[in-house]
């Protein structure tokens, strides 16, 4: 059963010789304006996690694990209808006491964010790092997959035929930029979307993240 975690993603426009993403052509038209496949990256202030103990201590000798997300890697399947992007990546992780062999769980989300800011989907994971008895370093891993309709987010044939019409010399809007129009841009923007990794932070550790 594919989990609950939808994500509408934008088909690619055809591409235009010799021009790159998003770049007028030499024809006036946008070679192409995003990749079938979401951007994939970890969010802002999320990417490292510190477990305290005693938990209410910020002190440092009171740092019990710390832990950073790295190594992010995606994979998109882009063959059918639904479209299934997969995030794989490491967890680095450093503990204070190195005696004997231990389990550390952490808490992670991937979350769908579409137009830059407006969180559509979050769904909350979990990753183990175990440490061998003696050594104070370890390294988990971790996979989260998401399934998304290609429907949902193609583009409207008229903003489509915005994007790729070809501009001749002397037209009126031959050195205008299709994307500087509000309903062009606004198309594009609400069918943008991004998949975003992090540590599930309590409020306590979003605020240390961001004042250390």
């Known amino acids: 059963m594919k989990p609950p975690l939808i994500i509408a993603l934008l088909s ?4 235009a010789a010799c021009a790159r993403t998003g770049e007028i052509d030499a024809t006036g038209g ?35 694990v710390s832990a950073v997300l790295t190594n992010l890697r995606s994979t998109c ?3 059918g209808d639904q479209i299934a992007t997969t995030l794989t990546f490491d967890v680095l992780a450093r503990r204070a006491r ?27 994971g979990r990753v183990a790092v175990d440490f061998p008895a003696g050594q ?7 996979q989260a997959t998401s399934y998304v309709s290609r429907a949902a987010a193609t583009l409207p044939p008229d903003i489509r035929r915005q994007l790729t ?21 606004q198309a594009v923007l ?18 240390y993240n961001a004042t250390r």
């Open 98 to 124: 190195g005696d004997g062999a231990r389990q550390v769980v952490l808490p992670y989300y991937i979350a769908i964010v579409r137009g830059g800011s407006a969180v559509t989907a979050k769904r909350i």
């Open 136 to 142: 104070t370093r370890a390294t988990g891993r971790a």
């Open 165 to 185: 019409r070809r501009r001749k010399a002397g037209d009126e809007d031959a050195a205008v930029d299709p994307l500087t129009q509000p309903e062009v841009r």
């Open 30 to 64: 946008i070679s192409a304006v995003r990749s079938v496949c979401p951007a994939v990256g970890v969010a802002a202030g999320t990417g490292d996690v510190t477990v305290f103990d005693p938990p209410a201590s910020r002190d440092q000798s009171a740092i019990d």
């Open 12 to 15: 690619a426009l055809p591409l």
């Open 190 to 207: 609400s069918a943008s979307f991004e998949a975003l990794v992090g540590f599930q932070l309590t409020d306590e550790q979003l605020r």
């Open 77 to 79: 399947d882009d063959a």
